[in-house]
C-alpha cells in the first residue's frame, strides 16, 4: 500500500493552504501526484486524471455543499475528500451524506491523518465500484436468464410420442442474448407444431421481440389457428413491437401429421430444414422460400408438403450454424459444407448433433460469431 503511487488533486483557490497540504504530504513521504486546480470549473477539467480530490468549499465559482454535489455528479467521479477551514460538525455530517468520504479540517490534520485519509477513501471507492459492477453483472446475468426462458422454453409436447432435442448458444465471446428462439406445441388431434425463428441483431431489444413473437406463436397455435394465419399475423405483431424500422425475423414453421407420415413447413426467409432417415440425408421438395417477417404487408406464405419415412429426423436451425468460418477460406460454411460434416457425423453415429455443432465450432476456430439455435424432432419408430 505505502509504495503506490496515488494521483490527487487538490481544489483549492488559497496559494498558502495549498503550501500546507503539499508541506503535509511531504511530511509523510507520501507516494503522490499532486496537481492543483483554484476553481471548480478548472477540477472538473482535470477530473479524469485523478483518483482523489482534495476539495475546498469555498471556491471563487462555488460555496459550501455546491462544490460536492457539483464534482459528485460528474460520471466517473473519483473519491471526494472535503478539505476545508470551517470546523463545523453539522455541516461534516450533511458532506458525508452527501457522498463525501470524509470531512477534514485545515489546521487539525497531519501529514499522516491526511495520507490515511486519502489512501481509505481511494481504497473505499475501489471496492464500491466492484460491487456496483459485481450488483450490475448479477442484475444482467438474471435478466439474461428471464429472457433466455422466453425465447427458450420447455416444449408443450406432453403425451406425444415424438422425440425432441434443442440446441442453443450465444454468438461469439460478448455473451449477449440475441433474438434466437423456438418453441413446439402438441394438439388434441396429435398434430405437432414447431417455430424456430431469428430476430435480426443482438441484444436485449432483439431477445425481447423475440419472446413476444414466440409467445404469440404459441398463443395461436394453441388456439387452433392454421400455420398461414398464424405467419400472417405474427408479421402483425412483429411490425407493432419491434422497435425501429427495418427490423425482420426470420422463422421456419413446421407441422407433423398426426399419423408422423407427412409434414408441411412453411419458410420465411429461413434456412430449408435438413430431413435425416437412418444415415442418409433426405432432399425435400422444392420450396418458395417466402420473405422474413416484417418486410412485405399482407404477403401470404405457402406451405410445402413433405412425406415423412420411418424413423425420421427433421432438423431446424437458425443460420448461426452454416455462417461458420472455414479454415483458409473466405466463404461462409455453408448448407452444403454443413451436410458434409452431417454425412461423416451419421456414418460415425446416430448421435449426432452435438458432434456436428462442436465440429462446426472447430472450424470457425472458436465461438460461433452468430448466435444459433437447433430443434431436431425425431420420429421414434
Request: with cysteine; hydrophobic share 40%.
Amino acid at each position: 500500500m505505502r509504495t503506490r503511487t496515488v494521483r490527487v488533486l487538490l481544489v483549492e483557490d488559497d496559494d498558502g493552504d495549498a503550501l500546507l497540504v503539499e508541506a503535509l504530504l511531504e511530511e509523510a513521504r507520501a507516494p503522490f501526484i499532486l496537481s492543483r486546480a483554484r476553481t471548480l470549473a478548472e477540477a472538473e477539467r482535470m477530473l479524469t486524471d485523478a483518483e482523489c480530490v482534495l476539495l475546498d468549499l469555498g471556491l471563487p465559482d462555488s460555496q459550501g455543499l455546491d462544490s460536492l454535489h457539483r464534482m459528485l455528479s460528474k460520471p466517473d467521479a473519483p473519491a471526494v475528500l472535503v478539505l476545508t477551514g470551517l470546523d463545523d460538525e453539522r455541516e461534516g455530517i450533511d458532506a458525508v451524506s452527501a457522498g463525501a468520504e470524509d470531512y477534514l479540517v485545515k489546521g487539525q490534520v497531519d501529514g499522516e491523518l491526511l495520507l490515511r485519509g486519502v489512501r481509505y477513501a481511494v481504497e473505499r471507492r475501489r471496492a464500491d465500484d466492484a460491487q456496483f459492477q459485481l450488483r450490475e453483472a448479477k442484475l444482467l446475468a438474471a435478466e439474461r436468464s428471464r429472457l433466455e426462458r422466453g425465447l427458450l422454453p420447455p416444449p408443450l409436447l406432453k403425451g406425444s410420442d415424438l422425440e425432441l432435442e434443442v440446441r442453443y448458444q450465444p454468438g461469439g465471446q460478448r455473451m449477449l442474448l440475441g433474438g434466437d428462439f423456438y418453441d413446439a406445441v402438441g394438439l388434441p388431434d396429435g398434430s405437432v407444431h414447431a417455430i424456430i425463428g431469428d430476430v435480426c441483431g443482438h441484444g436485449p431489444d432483439e431477445a425481447a421481440l423475440g419472446v413476444c413473437l414466440r409467445i404469440a406463436w404459441r398463443a395461436l397455435v394453441l388456439a387452433g389457428e392454421p400455420p398461414e394465419k398464424v405467419l400472417r399475423t405474427l408479421d402483425q405483431v412483429l411490425v407493432a413491437e419491434r422497435h425501429g424500422e427495418g427490423i425482420f425475423t426470420t422463422a421456419c414453421v413446421v407441422t407433423v401429421a398426426p399419423d408422423r407420415r407427412s409434414a408441411r413447413y412453411f419458410l420465411a426467409g429461413h434456412p430449408e430444414p435438413l430431413l435425416v432417415v437412418g444415415k442418409q440425408i433426405l432432399d425435400l421438395p422444392q420450396s418458395k422460400i417466402g420473405v422474413p417477417l416484417g418486410v412485405l404487408p399482407d404477403y401470404a406464405w405457402t406451405g410445402v408438403d413433405v412425406p415423412l419415412p420411418p424413423g425420421w429426423q427433421l432438423a431446424c436451425y437458425t443460420d448461426g450454424l452454416i455462417e461458420g468460418r472455414v479454415p483458409d477460406d473466405t466463404d461462409r460454411l455453408g448448407v452444403e459444407r454443413l451436410c458434409e460434416i452431417l454425412r461423416e457425423q451419421l456414418r460415425c453415429s446416430p448421435d449426432w448433433l452435438d458432434p456436428l455443432i462442436a465440429e462446426v465450432t472447430e472450424l470457425n476456430g472458436g465461438a460461433l460469431d452468430d448466435d444459433m439455435a437447433v430443434l431436431l424432432l425425431k420420429d421414434p419408430r
